[in-house]
């Protein structure tokens, strides 16, 4: 599978930016070839063709796919030309490069390599060689970038800024392809993004394109602010912390107090790992301190009753006994006297016996009394030695708490932090965002009016190009709205869908007019004939004629591809002959009358 190298190259005389010819290395396929100025590719319904015939599939959108082809667009696997009935097809296409006549072929098997001959030396990438054809090769990247350079004046490391024109985006204005490139004048997709659109735009008419890139940048700010603003609102914590900038601020300060304060004690705390034992002591040492006191409190009672009924007891007198009795008048016989004594005797006996008894529990209760004192300034002691080490000491239990809390303090102290910083990066960046975005404004504003000319230029042409097609005015806007510049068309009867589509065409002329006085600008412009469908017969005649005298007078190739039965020969003007621009006629009376030869 070998790519077929160019037998006939351009000459060198050609405009810059000048498409030639297309071919393939499959003998099937119809080459095409094409002039400066204007060029038709024509689907033909032949005499012999049946009704299930038709010029769907015979090559017009494939045509302007291998010019994009060979130009580096970057299609999927399976997708446009990169499918298995095409593996074994390479394609080529002649074109003047950078001043200077080159072949390009891009083979379906190998998408990743571009092969080039002609005069490559210079060019900022220094290709390899290709084995087979001898041809430079450059890998799509590189191929991309010198495409870029030669054909629209980028630098090869693109402009350095997020969003900034690409040589791909730009190039899609100029060969739009497929059904959805034909919605908008300023869209070569549908939902292409809005900065996409204004910078790329802005570029194209040479306006201030960095402004648009700003207003993108400006955006991704609010964006930001936006998703900090939201995640503020679903912060876990958001509840318990709700509140203004200074009742958060209030908060803080009393959190550092209690982190400060929790990590002191953190720091003068001592784990005692028999914490518990020695508690338990201590409570012993009370209980038995308690029991001590207690009989202390007994033995003293006991002593004092005792010492009491010890004083109070008195030896009897037979005398007084005697005396008293005398004094009644009673007479005692020495008899009975001597009886009393013996009563006496043996009272005095028993008092006797009470005072040695009370004197041994006296002394007794004094020494029990005693120890039990003693005992009690042990215990006392001793558990005043327990206290004092746990006054000083605590259990890890305790310690892993105060640690828990200092934590839980700290985290709540950090969420409070950054709930304080995120609001003050909220209200800090709205505030910016709109003072970024007034001067950026003014600026976008000062500068457009700075290029009033070219804007004007823009206008004057677009105009112009509408009221050849129509007789209602149309205009072209281009003004700088709340979020940057504002491109729109405005045409009566625009509600129609060929209405919508002649916008289409009358601002591609437009951009191909500025383009075409430029040194280094693509010099063609590529139809499908998906632009045509729905319009108004008149109005299709007075677009191709239309193109094919701003081609020819401003010095590009207008290129399109157009169904026979589009063809509104009624209503073309006198001495406009269609047939004179037809590079080439594909036809349905059997596959080799397609573009590639073949069905698939």
């Not at 009393?254 to 790992?273: G, I, N, T």
């Not at 007034?438 to 004007?456: M, S």
Request: hydrophobic share 40%; proline share 4%; with cysteine.
């Amino acid at each position: 599978m070998t790519a077929s190298a160019p037998d006939k190259p351009p000459k060198p005389a050609l405009p810059l930016g000048t498409l030639v010819r297309v071919r393939a290395n499959q003998p099937s396929f119809h080459e095409v070839n094409f002039t400066p100025g204007f060029n038709v590719v024509l689907a033909e319904r032949t005499k012999d063709s049946t009704r299930k015939d038709s010029r769907n599939g015979l090559g017009k959108s494939t045509l302007i796919e291998i010019v994009s082809f060979c130009l580096g667009s970057q299609p999927r696997k399976g997708q446009g030309l990169l499918i298995n009935a095409l593996w074994e097809w390479a394609f080529t296409l002649d074109m003047s490069l950078g001043g200077r006549p080159v072949s390009v072929t891009r083979r379906v098997w190998e998408p990743n390599k571009i092969l080039v001959s002609g005069d490559v030396s210079g060019w900022p990438f220094h290709p390899s060689s290709d084995p087979d054809s001898g041809q430079s090769v450059f890998k799509l990247a590189e191929w991309n970038a010198l495409l870029g350079l030669l054909l629209i004046d980028i630098p090869v490391d693109g402009f350095d800024c997020k969003y900034a024109p690409t040589y791909r985006s730009l190039i899609s204005y100029c060969i739009r392809r497929g059904k959805d490139a034909y919605s908008s004048p300023f869209e070569h997709f549908r939902k292409q993004q809005e900065w996409d659109k204004q910078v790329n735009n802005a570029f194209l008419l040479d306006l201030a394109w960095k402004d648009a890139s700003d207003w993108q940048g400006l955006k991704d700010k609010k964006a930001i602010l936006q998703g900090l603003n939201k995640a503020i609102e679903s912060d876990l914590m958001a509840e318990v912390m709700q509140g203004s900038l200074g009742e958060l601020e209030a908060s803080q300060i009393r959190l550092e107090r209690e982190v400060k304060e929790q990590s002191e004690a953190l720091k003068s705390f001592a784990v005692l790992p028999q914490y518990h034992e020695m508690e338990e002591k201590a409570n012993r040492l009370s209980r038995e301190i308690s029991r001590a006191a207690n009989t202390i409190v007994t033995d003293r009672q006991l002593l004092e009753s005792y010492e009491a009924s010890l004083a109070e007891t008195q030896e009897p007198n037979v005398d007084e006994v005697v005396a008293v009795y005398e004094e009644a008048g009673v007479f005692f016989p020495d008899k009975i006297r001597k009886r009393l004594e013996e009563v006496i005797a043996f009272h005095h006996q028993l008092i006797d016996n009470r005072r040695r008894f009370l004197a041994s529990e006296i002394e007794r209760l004094r020494q029990s009394i005693e120890k039990a004192d003693a005992l009690q300034r042990d215990l006392i002691g001793q558990r005043a030695s327990l206290l004092t080490t746990l006054k000083s000491h605590g259990a890890l239990e305790e310690y892993t708490q105060l640690q828990e809390m200092h934590s839980a303090r700290v985290a709540q102290l950090k969420a409070v932090q950054a709930r304080i910083e995120n609001l003050r990066r909220l209200e800090e960046g709205k505030g910016n965002v709109r003072i970024e975005k007034e001067l950026l404004k003014r600026r976008t504003r000062n500068d457009l009016d700075d290029r009033k000319p070219q804007r004007e230029k823009a206008i004057s042409l677009f105009n112009a190009n509408s009221e050849a097609l129509y007789e209602s005015p149309a205009n072209l806007v281009i003004d700088v709205g709340p979020s940057g510049f504002r491109f729109d068309v405005e045409i009566l009867r625009s509600a129609s869908g060929g209405v919508g589509n002649m916008k289409i065409l009358c601002y591609d002329l437009m951009l191909a007019e500025l383009w075409a006085k430029k040194d280094r600008t693509p010099r063609f412009l590529v139809h499908d004939s998906v632009l045509f469908d729905g319009v108004d017969e008149r109005q299709i005649a007075h677009g191709l004629e239309l193109a094919a005298r701003k081609s020819r007078e401003c010095g590009f190739q207008y290129i399109c591809v157009l169904n026979s039965d589009m063809i509104p020969s009624k209503d073309f003007s006198t001495g406009f002959d269609l047939n004179s621009y037809v590079r080439l006629i594909l036809t349905d009376k059997d596959p080799t009358g397609s573009l590639l030869g073949i069905r698939f």
